[in-house]
């Protein structure tokens, strides 16, 4: 079982819609998970973060995390050509080490 | 504020030669991260310094990888001699304090032939 998994997409909503993207880990002593952004050929770029239990909202993005049952999720409202791109999802541990472990990404398309 | 940079963005070299890959962290960031991605997987630790010290070193492939980090600043990954299997986009990152919110730099391709 990998780590941390993700559905590899891709993953296609219509303009104005909203993109559901999910995650699961499996070490339970997880502690902070983390959502980045990546267009093909550039870099991972941060856009959200969340540490407790329950929903967090940023402009478009809400970030959902349920610790009990080991998964986080990214909800994007009205989804936008230009958020077509791979999301990854990243945890960190806080224990023992404190690497960043990644799922290998889905794949947005929003088709206009 | 400037974000990670990283040099060179590209670098194509023979099998058997020396690289050396540099990051400069966001200013005031003790930690300091190296992955990698190769094609097709997943983006893979390599390791972590707090300040100028390894704090986890556990996702270096072998010993033609090291790592330094003189004076927590800036970081030097230099893999001698490089391998084809090298071959992949090298990553920095960093965080303020472990475990929260990290910014990765641009990376740099780096091809072995």
């Known amino acids: 079982q990998k780590e941390v998994e993700q559905n590899s997409g891709p993953l296609s909503v219509p303009e104005g819609a909203i993109a559901s993207l999910n995650c699961t880990y499996s070490d339970r002593g997880s502690q902070s998970f983390f959502w980045y952004r990546q267009y093909s050929g550039k870099s991972p770029e941060l856009i959200m973060s969340i540490y407790s239990n329950g929903d967090k909202e940023d402009g478009r993005f809400t970030a959902q995390l349920n610790k009990a049952s080991q998964y986080v999720s990214l909800l994007i409202r009205d989804s936008q050509p230009s958020d077509s791109a791979t999301y990854l999802c990243a945890v960190n541990m806080w224990a023992r080490t404190y690497k960043y472990i990644f799922g290998t990404g889905t794949r947005l398309k929003v088709l206009a | 504020e400037a974000g990670v940079t990283q040099f060179p963005s590209h670098s194509v070299i023979e099998k058997g030669q020396t690289v050396t890959l540099r990051c400069d962290p966001i200013s005031g960031h003790d930690n300091l991260y190296w992955y990698r991605r190769v094609m097709g997987k997943e983006i893979k630790f390599l390791l972590h310094f707090v300040k100028e010290s390894k704090q986890d070193e556990s996702g270096m492939p072998n010993n033609r990888f090291l790592a330094e980090r003189t004076g927590g600043t800036y970081s030097t990954l230099k893999v001698q001699p490089a391998e084809l299997e090298d071959s992949g986009v090298y990553f920095c990152?960093?965080?303020?304090?472990?475990?929260?919110?990290?910014?990765f730099g641009q990376g740099t391709r780096l091809t072995v032939v």
């Open positions: 990152a960093s965080s303020q304090l472990s475990g929260t919110e990290a910014f």
